[in-house]
């Protein structure tokens, strides 16, 4: 059942408000502050959070979509913005930039910092040498499960966690002007779809494959294929012609992308992913540090808000594929043992490049995180019982017309633990 609420009032204790004013401390070394006001807690009240808004200057943030309005991927963009508009009783409203209109992705972070936008979404990968911390973590997303509803939560969950663990990528951020609110959101597991079925080494072998990252090259290798870059725009006609065999994609991007049609051949692994390299959602620095400290908390915890448009989003873009798959006479097939051996292997190397590297200040500890954070996460999900975990994609369809399933225990485990709430302004 798709919950309505965008936050309930969890407990009495959890919507006390702390009015001891802060006089905009900072613990950042590039000055993160605030402009003081009291201190709301999670899980507050709408009403609560009105009340310490009160006195605020309204406020108007111009926003960035990924996509048109009113489109799958924009919608993560426009619920946050309008439960935020909701939440803080109009003190903070937003303008819309659909379609990348601002900046295109690679120049987000520069259009944050200079003042043409106020939010939007930054992707590390694609300026890894500006983000080497962010990159360092990106490096390390495979980990998980690859099934359906699992990479959704998991997924995310590991990716908080060591955001939380290290905080380079906060520190890289503040650096170029901008303050990272959620450090990663993805869309679903990246896998190959080609043009033809092959789950051995042998099938695969000489097979070129588009892939989108420098991780992505490294296994596309292991497997004996051959990496290319091919933009994102050319990759139907790129298949369809044979310019290239496979292209690594998450559902999302294969859906959208209007190319499963030529190649509906996916090969994947149940418990052994790929690089799945997601965005980050960022605020000027100069622009956050105006606002009241709740209205950074505001800001942060309608978060939840985003994820569920996201996760929402890319089930049903899952939903498409899967379809989409389907009717073009593909599948959904596993990898052979030596297929998969050979992806943990790459794997094996990358984990030890980003331990002994210097990306971040220590690398070791990051890797350990993330490791420890697999098992965790996929445990927590387990025990917080969510319907659809262990789904397959040849039963997705029919987990997908029972509804999206509540997912507010899974947010406030990330809230309440070290994924989130380690992070959260205070």
Known sequence: MVRTTLRPQLTAALGVLA?????????SPSGETNAGGASVEYGASKAEYAEALGDMDAVELVIQSTGPKGSATGRRFEDYAAAVEEWSDGKI?????????????????????????DVGSVMPSLTPDEFPAATAINDLSHLGSQLPVDWMLQWHGIMFEMAAAVDDADREFEEHGIKLLLPAFGSGAYMPYCTEPGTSKAALKGRGVAAQSRVQNKEAEAMGM????????????????GVVDCAFSTVTGAALGGFIEAA???????????????GTIAISLARWNELPLAAQQLLYDRLDVLLQANFEGA?????A??????????????????????LVTVHEQVEKQVADGDAVSDGERLVEVAKQAETDWAERIEELGIDGVGTSYADFAQWYAGGTPDLQPYFDALWDGTAMGERRPS
Do not use: K
């Not at 009015?19 to 613990?27: I, T």
């Not at 990496?227 to 298949?239: D, K, R, V």
């Not at 379809?323 to 050979?342: I, L, W």
């Open 264 to 278: 509906p051949q996916v090969g994947f692994d149940a418990e052994h992913g790929f690089n799945s390299p997601g």
């Open 226 to 241: 051959n990496p290319t870059s091919i933009n994102y725009a050319e990759m139907y006609e790129g298949l369809q012609r």
């Open 321 to 342: 594929a899967v379809q989409a798959v389907q009717e073009s006479g593909g599948t959904f097939q596993e990898f052979d043992d030596e297929v998969v051996e050979s």
């Open 19 to 27: 009015m001891a004013v802060l006089a905009g401390c900072s613990d």
């Open 93 to 117: 409203t937003f303008e819309f930039v659909y379609s990348n209109g601002a900046a295109p992705p690679d120049e987000v972070y520069a259009a944050l910092a200079d003042g043409r936008l």
């Open 315 to 319: 089930w049903e873009n899952t939903l």
